[in-house]
């Protein structure tokens, strides 16, 4: 074992300390450790922050779909590509709530609403912060992502009462150009201080399964650990198959054990923040999922749809959750 290795494993049988000064090459070390050793220091990283026996769940809802003016390679809304998905308007708040009010009953603690969207209209932002002041008042964590935003709109989000905001790096920042170019990576970064300096809680994280490197999927690791603060939550996601878009033609599925491997890297480099196993967990055995929740895995979203791709059923997920002892609002 090289010495990087051997400082890795060193560090990570501490408890994992919070740094944010990552590099890929720290990262691949902990990547490569021999299975056993780096699920313990997972583990270990895990239950000195966590309940390992626990598990949170979300709920996603898509509150204004396609007709995005972004050309994200990835993704089924972008006006861009002839995917036939059908573009909507903003949806009544009303009817949000109603839907989120079904969440709860379900078993989501936290309700997370998405508009495919460059950036806010002011017009809409009201809208939004109705939406949000009246999800809170169901007793619900809430979460919103809206596309870029300027300090004032996120000042304006927070006064609202909004708890987290969700806007991913998707990729590593070798990789990024090669799946977007109307946004910038620093346009991101950008808008997470905004976000953080507005009070409210980041969730980030991104994509994998595009055609991307081990090394690009740790680069993002690294760009996430080395935020000046690390995200709250962050979500990994495998590229869900959507036909007519560019990622299409280089789209490959992560090795099962590469994802674990991922996660347990990534409890390990963010100790402190929740690891949602996010979109993409339809293609999932049960014992992957198993396997993913040993990692450090620690969130999950529920409900039969996401955004414009699926999800599996409430009902799955409530008998794996019971098999594995894992307590959740399923439960």
Known sequence: MDAAAQ??????????????????EEAKALYDLPFADLMLQAQRAHRKNFDPNHVETASLLSIKTGGCPEDCGYCSQSAYYE??????????????????QRAKDAGATRFCMAAAWRTPKDRDLDSVCDMVNAVKGLGMETCVTLGMLTPKQAARLAEAGLDFYNHNVDTSPEFYSKIITTRSLQDRIDTLAHVRDAGIKICCGGIIGMGERVEDRLGMLVLLANLPSHPESVPINLWNKIEGVPVEDTAEPPDPIALVRLLATARIMMPRSVVRLSAGRQYMTDELQALCFLAGA??????DVLLTTKNPKVDRDADLLARLGITSGLA
């Open 298 to 303: 620690n969130s999950i979203f529920i409900g």
């Open 83 to 100: 995917t036939g998905l059908k573009a909507t308007r903003l949806m009544r708040c009303p009817d949000v709530i109603a839907i989120a």
């Open 7 to 24: 400082v890795q494993r060193k560090e990570a049988s501490n408890g994992a300390q919070v740094r944010n000064n990552w590099n890929v």
